[in-house]
């Protein structure tokens, strides 16, 4: 893969959202370099995709050493015995989902940005709080970190937009709950990011579109 391939792709991405009567500009593109070696990372950074997201701590440590002119984020589900390992060292974790998990990371890093990740799929296999435990737990999170947002992933089968419609509807009920904005409304995939900027997604979390089909 070349920095022209993925800028061809970008392109494309960009035209899409352009479709959807959104300006490109201000709909942030997270690369999600999961399964993708590290020269796939530096060929993002050189198509000018300066945000990039990875699942596992493991895998994303390396590449962070390897790529240090990215703003790394953390996009997986994160175990509370791993927090000392990436507190302060990731720009934005997207996925915190307890109480639990956000008292760990402040003991570590009191002023880590982060996302409350909400299960509006209601699947088993997702991580993420339940809707309607959300607003109790983004109220927590904004006590002891620095709140940006909130994150969700559609469901596996069938249509997304109303999951991702009741991740808005969360969103602009927590700037309400804890008393300022919210700028950040991570939401849509390779799969369905159309229906999530229909919905008013601010972030998008694209691998294969932007990449192509992983190895692994």
């Known amino acids: 893969m070349t920095a022209e391939s993925v800028l061809e792709r970008l392109a494309r991405i960009s035209a899409r959202i352009?479709?959807?009567?959104?300006?490109?500009?201000?709909?942030?593109i997270v690369a999600v370099t999961k399964g993708f070696a590290v020269d796939t990372c530096r060929e993002a950074v050189a198509a000018g995709l300066h945000m990039l997201g990875e699942n596992r701590v493991q895998e994303a440590l390396p590449k962070m050493e390897a790529v240090t002119a990215a703003q790394w984020h953390?996009?997986?589900?994160?175990?509370?015995?791993?927090?000392?390992?990436?507190?302060?060292?990731?720009?934005?974790?997207?996925?915190?989902?307890?109480?639990?998990?956000?008292?760990?990371?402040?003991?570590h890093a009191p002023g880590q940005a982060v996302l409350v990740e909400v299960n509006i799929a209601r699947e088993a296999q997702k991580s993420g709080v339940a809707p309607d435990g959300a607003?109790?737990?983004?109220?927590?999170?904004?006590?002891?970190?620095?709140?940006?947002?909130?994150?969700?992933?559609?469901?596996?089968?069938?249509?997304?937009?109303?999951?991702?419609?009741?991740?808005?509807?969360?969103?602009?009920?927590?700037?309400?709950?804890?008393?300022?904005?919210?700028?950040?409304?991570?939401?849509g995939m390779s799969g369905d990011f159309d229906a999530a900027l229909a919905a008013g997604s601010t972030m998008l979390r694209l691998g294969q579109a932007l990449f192509g089909p992983r190895a692994t």
């Open 74 to 107: 953390l996009i997986g589900h994160l175990q509370t015995n791993k927090v000392k390992q990436v507190a302060g060292r990731f720009a934005l974790i997207q996925s915190v989902d307890s109480a639990r998990l956000a008292e760990a990371i402040a003991r």
């Open 18 to 28: 352009a479709a959807t009567g959104r300006n490109p500009d201000e709909v942030a």
């Open 135 to 187: 607003l109790e737990l983004i109220a927590t999170v904004s006590s002891l970190l620095d709140l940006q947002g909130l994150m969700g992933m559609g469901p596996s089968q069938g249509d997304p937009a109303p999951a991702f419609s009741e991740l808005r509807q969360l969103h602009d009920e927590a700037e309400q709950r804890v008393g300022k904005g919210l700028p950040i409304l991570s939401m």
